[in-house]
């Protein structure tokens, strides 16, 4: 059976046939015109998909493309059920429209062998919604030394495959792997010790594959799981930062990720949370939403694209924090305080932007800082108290912005750890407020 039939066919593709030839056609022609440009993939964990149905991977990709991200990774490891997942995904992107997709195997799960691997590509290599650049179908994935530049070589071969995987361990050999087309830094994104993020990895790499380095933005980590118990600093407006030291290298770059929409396990989640699909003993997801930091990232995508910031063009008060103080101890966690704790800072922090000069009050608890700024964005921090957070925003006299969430307290003594950052946003239409994303939803933006 051809990959084009596997794709095609009413009974596994409901929706298959509501794309013309001459649509793929278009599809694919498009992609070719475009090479050269910049490009923003999303990361997505199909692992992380147990429950979906093609319903809601209509509802995951219809939202990834508002978004303006140009392609979807879906991360695949070896579950039996997850091929399944990666039709459904298809399909859904095919309704949806422009969205495009590639596979991102996992190989710390995964198989590591070609066959496995050119055979999940080239079913899906014909799908008018599969990435491509200059009609190579791209091809991703998270380790991979395992098949060695032999093995990537016959990938390539097999599929006539564009090649951007991270693989570890090649720093000082990468002219030993030249069937890469490109190779993306993955950990580039967080910082890896008790300093803010900077770009010396970014360089570093670059400095070794120049126009073959691709790289990361993500907005936290933290896992605590009893076999994997970590922090990285996601203090000092981490994703804000990260985009704007991605904006000052866009001339080097065509390839950025963001990580992710939906790994529960680790944080960095910028999706709706799925409470269904979260790996089993994640305590500190539900009731943490994060797609403000999706909706804010917004603005960077657009410029990191275009080459210029534009003007603000709407009041939003973007704001984040985590939950307890990093020096607290819990009274039941059985797992313990995670590494890196001690990296973290208690403060509140926002990104505000401004349409015009005015004045922001940040509170939480007895804590508050007011600060008088003017129109673009400004990035703000306060101290961390016991008790709920406030934001305000005054000009000319009037309050544009007063929001308190109801499902965020700051607590001087958590029963578990919880590293996490609860992630809200309150802007501005008119005289009336209106919430972000998971406001409304309901329910913290848990599906």
Same mark, same amino acid.
Request: hydrophobic share 40%.
């Given at each position: 059976m051809s990959p084009r039939s596997?794709?095609?066919?009413?009974?596994?593709?409901?929706?298959?046939?509501?794309?013309?030839?001459?649509?793929?056609?278009?599809?694919?022609?498009?992609?070719e015109q475009q090479a050269g440009a910049k490009y923003i993939f999303m990361h997505h964990i199909v692992g992380s998909v147990l429950s979906y149905t093609l319903s809601s991977w209509l509802s995951d990709l219809a939202a990834i493309q508002s978004y303006g991200i140009d392609a979807v990774a879906l991360n695949i490891g070896s579950d039996s059920w997850q091929?399944?997942?990666?039709? &459904?995904?298809?399909?859904?992107?095919?309704?949806?429209?422009?969205?495009?997709?590639?596979?991102?195997?996992?190989?710390s799960s995964f198989p590591c062998s070609v066959d496995s691997t050119v055979d999940l590509v080239n079913q899906f290599a014909n799908h008018p919604n599969q990435f491509k650049i200059n009609g190579a179908p791209f091809i991703s994935s998270f380790l991979g030394e395992c098949l060695g530049n032999s093995g990537w070589a016959s990938i390539k071969s097999q599929t006539n495959g564009y090649l951007m995987p991270?693989?570890?361990?090649?720093?000082?050999?990468?002219?030993?792997?030249?069937?890469?087309?490109?190779?993306?830094?993955?950990?580039?994104?967080?910082?890896?010790? &008790?300093?803010?993020?900077?770009?010396?990895?970014?360089?570093? #790499?670059y400095s070794q594959l120049g126009s073959r380095f691709s790289?990361?933005?993500s907005p936290a980590f933290y896992t605590h799981y009893s076999w994997k118990n970590l922090y990285y600093r996601g203090d000092d407006w981490l994703l804000n930062n990260r985009w704007e030291q991605l904006f000052n290298m866009r001339d080097r770059l065509t390839f950025i990720e963001m990580a992710t929409w939906n790994d529960w396990g680790e944080s960095h989640y910028m999706g709706p949370i799925h409470t269904a699909d979260q790996p089993t003993g994640t305590?500190?997801?539900?009731?943490?939403?994060?797609?403000?930091?999706?909706?804010?990232?917004?603005?960077?995508?657009?410029?990191?694209?275009?080459?210029? #910031?534009?003007?603000?063009?709407?009041?939003?008060? #973007?704001?984040?924090a985590r939950p307890h103080p990093a020096a607290a101890t819990a009274s039941s966690d059985g797992v313990g305080k995670p590494a890196g704790w001690d990296w973290a800072t208690d403060n509140m922090w926002a990104a505000v932007f401004s349409t015009a000069p005015a004045t922001v009050t940040l509170r939480c608890g007895s804590s508050s800082t007011t600060t008088t700024i003017g129109a673009g964005i400004t990035k703000l921090s306060a101290p961390l108290s016991a008790g709920q957070m406030t934001v305000t925003m005054e000009r000319a006299g009037q309050t544009i912005i007063d929001y308190?969430?109801?499902?965020?307290?700051?607590?001087?003594?958590?029963?578990? #750890? &919880?590293y996490n950052a609860w992630v809200g946003s309150a802007r501005v239409v008119g005289t009336t407020p209106t919430l972000q994303w998971r406001d409304r939803l309901g329910d913290d933006g848990v599906r």
């Open positions: 596997l794709w095609n066919k009413p009974a596994d593709n409901p929706i298959a046939s509501l794309h013309s030839a001459s649509d793929i056609a278009n599809a694919e022609f498009q992609l091929p399944q997942q990666l039709f &459904n995904a298809y399909a859904a992107a095919q309704a949806v429209g422009s969205i495009k997709l590639f596979i991102s195997f996992d190989y991270f693989i570890e361990g090649l720093e000082g050999k990468f002219d030993q792997w030249p069937s890469l087309d490109s190779w993306l830094c993955w950990s580039c994104a967080w910082p890896e010790g &008790n300093y803010e993020k900077n770009t010396s990895d970014d360089d570093y #790499y790289t990361t933005v305590t500190w997801v539900n009731g943490f939403p994060h797609t403000a930091w999706m909706d804010m990232s917004v603005y960077y995508m657009n410029a990191f694209k275009s080459g210029v #910031y534009a003007p603000v063009t709407s009041d939003v008060i #973007y704001f984040w308190t969430p109801a499902d965020y307290t700051y607590t001087l003594n958590p029963a578990t #750890y &919880n």
